[in-house]
């Protein structure tokens, strides 16, 4: 299962960015589909996740100005990131939890993509 990120680069604080994440391989099924994020000096976090019936979680610092969503034909996860602030800036990792056609459990990452945010 591999998975191919897209979407990251440069804004000024108070625009938008839209990260896209497809996954492709023998894939029955998706159960979970998120972003983390990592930014210098400091631990991964979870900024969101979404899973196969729509429920979504975000974190405190993103939530009502990230919005995460899913294109289940695509095998697609997005986020959208609204009034982005200088806090937001770091590399971005899509995951992907779910089964492969041969009823195997797998989490598989993006390569990540860099957001920087400039004041």
């Known amino acids: 299962v591999q998975l191919v990120e897209s979407g990251g680069g440069l804004v000024q604080a108070g625009g938008s960015l839209r990260l896209s994440c497809a996954a492709s391989?023998?894939?029955?099924?998706?159960?979970?589909m998120g972003w983390d994020r990592q930014a210098p000096g400091k631990e991964r976090e979870s900024v969101a996740t979404?899973?196969?019936?729509?429920?979504?979680n975000y974190a405190d610092s993103v939530q009502g100005r990230f919005i995460i969503s899913t294109d289940n034909a695509k095998k697609t996860v997005y986020l959208q990131m609204n009034n982005l602030q200088y806090e937001d800036t770091a590399v971005y990792y899509c995951?992907?939890?779910?089964?492969?056609?041969?009823?195997?459990?797998?989490?598989?990452w993006g390569q990540g993509t860099q957001v920087t945010v400039t004041q």
């Open positions: 979404i899973d196969r019936d729509g429920i979504t």
């Open positions: 391989g023998r894939i029955s099924r998706l159960n979970v």
């Open positions: 995951f992907v939890d779910g089964l492969t056609e041969w009823s195997t459990g797998f989490r598989s």
